[in-house]
């Protein structure tokens, strides 16, 4: 079974117990139950994270690692920062609510200190499975649930949810997607019925390497879709495709976006021959905003871009 089929299937589990959770009592989940609402004592839960891996809690989480800035702003979220024991470096130095930043670090999500986190002697580990390699020593002792990359708002969607599951906070996990729904549905509203030749040309480099780009399958790609646009990077053959000079100026994008870790709007402009792109000689160059697209506020990441590329639809 690949990994994508696993991950699959633990999402259409949790959610079936989310959905389940609202007639009140306990359900099974691979041979574990949990009781919405229970005390931290009750009985284990088992489920599957995004790499296929059966992870089981023996009770509710009440010491969690979080090696990820989007998944640590959920848990405060849904009421459960107080739970954060320590976090990567990232999120200590960007992560959002400002209390985070306050929390022990336990070094770089792609490398943390073992010795530092087997001292903090965790309930549950959340981490992205580029940290696999690093954590791989921890799997047996300590529950390490790594989640499923992002390529759409649908996944934000499910990540929230299946955190409010992990920590028996389903209600205010469910809170929170109600009101992140709700906000991107006003976006939509405006941008969803945009036909081909009203959508702007899209060009969105994530990565601080020049050319590295959202492509097709990618949360940038649905970013750019749900806010009105068209990637130019949407057919290519690999998710996160790099481009070359040549390739993207013969594109002419009308939009240039920069991740929030990129390079700075200048530097952009400043290419050689990006001068006779559309985006450039338009000044229709942004740099996002500081703001974790996979969390309680990504749908102000959407906002974001639907006001850049669609101002008019917009206007106070």
């Known amino acids: 079974m690949s990994k994508i089929t696993k991950r699959q299937i633990g999402v259409w589990i949790t959610i079936i117990v989310l959905v389940s959770t609202a007639f009140g009592g306990g359900y099974i989940l691979a041979g574990g139950s949990v009781d919405d609402g229970a005390a931290a004592t009750i009985g284990s839960i088992t489920v599957i994270d995004g790499e296929g891996r059966t992870v089981t809690l023996v009770a509710v989480p009440n010491r969690i690692i979080a090696l990820t800035p989007g998944y640590a702003e959920t848990l405060y979220a849904i009421n459960c920062g107080d739970n954060i024991i320590a976090v990567d470096n990232t999120t200590a130095q960007k992560g959002y609510p400002l209390e985070v930043r306050n929390k022990t670090t336990v070094g770089k999500a792609s490398s943390p200190s073992l010795e530092s986190i087997v001292d903090l002697d965790p309930d549950l580990i959340i981490a992205y499975p580029y940290s696999r390699t690093a954590l791989s020593s921890l799997e047996s002792n300590t529950a390490v649930y790594y989640v499923a990359y992002e390529k759409s708002f649908e996944d934000v969607i499910d990540g929230i949810r299946i955190a409010g ?16 729904l709700s906000k991107i549905e006003m976006i939509t509203n405006k941008t969803g019925n945009l036909n081909k030749t009203m959508r702007p040309l899209v060009y969105y480099e994530t990565s601080s390497t020049a050319g590295r780009c959202a ?17 130019i990077a949407a057919d290519e053959p690999v998710s996160y495709p790099t481009l070359n000079n040549e390739y993207i100026i013969d594109r002419d994008p009308d939009v240039i976006l920069i991740s929030w870790y990129g390079q700075s709007m200048e530097d952009v402009k400043n290419r050689p021959g990006w001068d006779t792109t559309s985006a450039v000689k338009d000044n229709s160059v942004y740099k996002q905003s500081d703001i974790s697209g996979v969390g309680p506020r990504a749908w102000m990441v959407l906002e974001e871009l639907a006001n850049w590329l669609h101002p008019e639809l917009f206007e106070a």
């Open 165 to 180: 599951f992990l920590t028996n906070h389903t209600s205010d996990a469910n809170e929170v997607v109600s009101y992140i």
């Open 215 to 231: 492509g097709f399958d990618t949360l940038g790609n649905d970013l750019i879709y749900k806010a009105g646009g068209i990637n």
